[in-house]
């Protein structure tokens, strides 16, 4: 059997966009998948840690051997995938990308790949995995579902049609360690949070103009100073102490409708959800994503 290994990488949402493509492409050229859980998380620089452990996935991790988890390992890595234009059987597929960074989909599985294949990259576009949805939303649930359902917050979602989500990413681009104290990178993300903000009101404009009673719920990763921004007599404030970023995508999970953050890990509740009749808005001038095929095409665009 052919084996096809996952890099995972980044926070929660990234996360899921690299699974979901590795399992589409997997299915797609006949190869048995696995995950590399270590590779991109065992410099001490990362703030970010592997948490798909947390889902119903199918894949296994792979064996240590097949893992780049030290620095010598990386060294080797590096020195692979070089040479490995060279070759007419990949070994490794790596995203691309263009002069400015950016991406957009393609069809990887024209390529030739040898018995096994590393894959690295973000692909965050859902044309990756599309055809794949049904699949996903089981590899995409939630062990320990019951501790979630302890929630204060669940049975307001639930008992509510009406509810639409909100997602408010701050410290876009000061959260990283080396970046924390830098003015221009705080500068960039409160321009950031502003243009968020913007973005929100447009959308609750939009929907109140159509619909009523609608109840807006706010999720962020940080809620310092949205108050100012974010009247408590128009929007409910969700912040779960335990657990936070898995108890915040469970109760997203159970939402029906979505004023999309440009965030990845609001995105995917949104595409996940299983609501034929659901409202789903996301910004036209904000796209977290350097994929310019990041949004999908049914979105509203506000």
Same mark, same amino acid.
């Given at each position: 059997m052919n084996n096809l290994i996952v890099r995972i990488a980044e926070g929660l949402?990234?996360?899921?966009?690299?699974?979901?493509?590795?399992?589409?492409?997997?299915?797609?050229i006949n190869?048995?998948?696995?995950? %590399?859980? #270590?590779?991109?998380?065992?410099?001490?620089?990362?703030i970010e840690k592997y948490?798909?452990?947390?889902?119903?996935?199918?894949?296994?991790?792979?064996?240590?051997?097949?893992?780049?988890?030290?620095?010598?390992?990386?060294?080797?890595?590096?020195?692979?995938?070089?040479?490995?234009?060279?070759?007419?059987?990949?070994?490794?597929?790596? #995203?691309?990308?263009d002069k400015f960074k950016k991406t957009k989909y393609s069809n990887l599985s024209n390529n030739s790949f040898s018995k096994v294949l590393f894959v690295e990259g973000h692909y965050e576009s859902e044309k990756y995995f599309k055809n794949y949805k049904n699949q996903l939303k089981l590899e995409f649930?939630?062990?320990?579902?019951?501790?979630?359902e302890k929630n204060k917050y669940i049975e307001l979602i639930r008992n509510n049609p009406n509810i639409v989500s909100i997602c408010v990413r701050q410290n876009r681009f000061s959260e990283r360690m080396n970046n924390k104290f830098n003015e221009n990178n705080i500068i960039a993300s409160q321009n950031f949070t502003k243009k968020t903000i913007e973005y929100i009101f447009r959308a609750v404009t939009y929907i109140d103009n159509k619909f009523d009673d609608m109840k807006y719920l706010v999720w962020s990763n940080d809620f310092k100073d949205l108050r100012n921004y974010l009247p408590e007599n128009k929007f409910i404030f969700i912040e779960n102490k335990e657990n936070k970023s898995l108890s915040?995508?469970?109760?997203?999970?159970?939402?029906?409708?979505?004023?999309?953050?440009?965030?990845?890990?609001?995105?995917?509740?949104?595409?996940?959800?299983?609501?034929?009749?659901?409202?789903?808005?996301?910004?036209? %001038?904000?796209?977290?994503?350097?994929?310019?095929?990041?949004?999908?095409?049914?979105w509203i665009s506000i």
């Open positions: 949402g990234n996360q899921l966009f690299m699974y979901a493509n590795a399992f589409a492409l997997s299915q797609k190869y048995k998948l696995f995950i %590399d859980d #270590e590779s991109a998380y065992f410099k001490k620089k990362n948490q798909l452990h947390n889902f119903n996935l199918s894949s296994n991790i792979c064996e240590d051997k097949f893992k780049f988890n030290n620095y010598i390992k990386d060294f080797k890595r590096k020195f692979l995938i070089k040479s490995n234009f060279l070759k007419r059987k990949k070994n490794f597929l790596i #995203e691309e990308n649930t939630l062990k320990n579902s019951n501790f979630y915040d995508f469970y109760l997203l999970l159970n939402c029906k409708n979505f004023i999309v953050g440009p965030t990845s890990f609001h995105w995917w509740p949104a595409w996940l959800n299983s609501n034929q009749n659901s409202l789903i808005l996301r910004p036209k %001038d904000l796209n977290v994503s350097n994929n310019l095929d990041f949004w999908p095409s049914n």
